[in-house]
T-cell receptor
Framework: ETGVTQSPTHLIKTRGQQVTLRCSSQ?????VSWYQQALGQGPQFIFQ???????GRGNFPPRFSGLQFPNYSSELNVNALELDDSALYLC??????????????FGPGTRLTVL | GNSVTQMEGPVTLSEEAFLTINCTYT??????LFWYVQYPGEGLQLLLK?????DKGSNKGFEATYRKETTSFHLEKGSVQVSDSAVYFC?????????????FGRGTSLIVHP
């Protein structure tokens, strides 16, 4: 069974640029969530996708957007990058929407640095 | 809004010492509670969970009891090992307004010395 994978591992961008991060969910999982983890902080929920539709969004501006594909893989897009967007971006998948009982499986993350 | 507060770290212990990491929460609904662990260089892993009041979650010698009256979910282990050194995150999930919004604490670093 393949776990959650993310690409790229590391990324360096400059202010104002756009970035796309990718996530492959664990086999059989139809729900993907994205988190931003700043250094020394806990993960902050960005949004969640269930069967290709956004289902829940945290306190992030519209320049953070996402997609989920029919194979349940997902992308996180960030436009007009700011210095404060520098963080570890985590993807997590789960086998359904009932996340109060379903475990989330996290990927290793993508480290984004904005200069 | 929802929030999770964890004790500040790092927590430094000797091997075989007793561990407590405090976690309290604020939620509008009836959340499920979780502890996640993040080992150096790795992603978060679920350690244990509890879905309703008075439930006890346990795994790998760690335990935490969902205390609704004190809105707490403290993590305990009777005898820590060097391999338990990691960052521990308390989290809740609450289906507020029909959408799922998970909330994590800031994390508590645990360092265990031989």
């Amino acid at each position: 069974e393949t776990g959650v994978t993310q690409s790229p591992t590391h990324l360096i961008k400059t202010r104002g640029q756009q970035v796309t991060l990718r996530c492959s969910s664990q086999s059989g999982h139809n729900t993907v969530s994205w988190y931003q983890q700043a250094l020394g902080q806990g993960p902050q929920f960005i949004f969640q996708y269930y069967r290709e539709e956004e289902n829940g969004r945290g306190n992030f501006p519209p320049r953070f957007s996402g997609l989920q594909f029919p194979n349940y893989s997902s992308e996180l897009n960030v436009n007009a990058l700011e210095l404060d967007d520098s963080a570890l971006y985590l993807c997590a998948s789960s086998p359904g929407l009932a996340v109060d009982s379903n475990e989330q499986f996290f990927g290793p993350g993508t480290r984004l640095t904005v200069l | 809004g929802n929030s999770v507060t964890q004790m500040e770290g790092p927590v430094t212990l000797s091997e075989e010492a007793f561990l407590t990491i405090n976690c309290t929460y604020t939620a509008t609904g009836y959340p499920s509670l979780f502890w996640y662990v993040q080992y150096p260089g790795e992603g978060l892993q679920l350690l244990l969970k509890a879905t309703k009041a008075d439930d006890k979650g346990s795994n790998k010698g760690f335990e935490a009891t969902y205390r609704k009256e004190t809105t707490s979910f403290h993590l305990e282990k009777g005898s820590v090992q060097v391999s338990d050194s990691a960052v521990y995150f308390c989290a809740l999930s609450d289906r507020g307004g029909g959408s799922y919004i998970p909330t994590f604490g800031r994390g508590t670093s645990l360092i265990v010395h031989p």
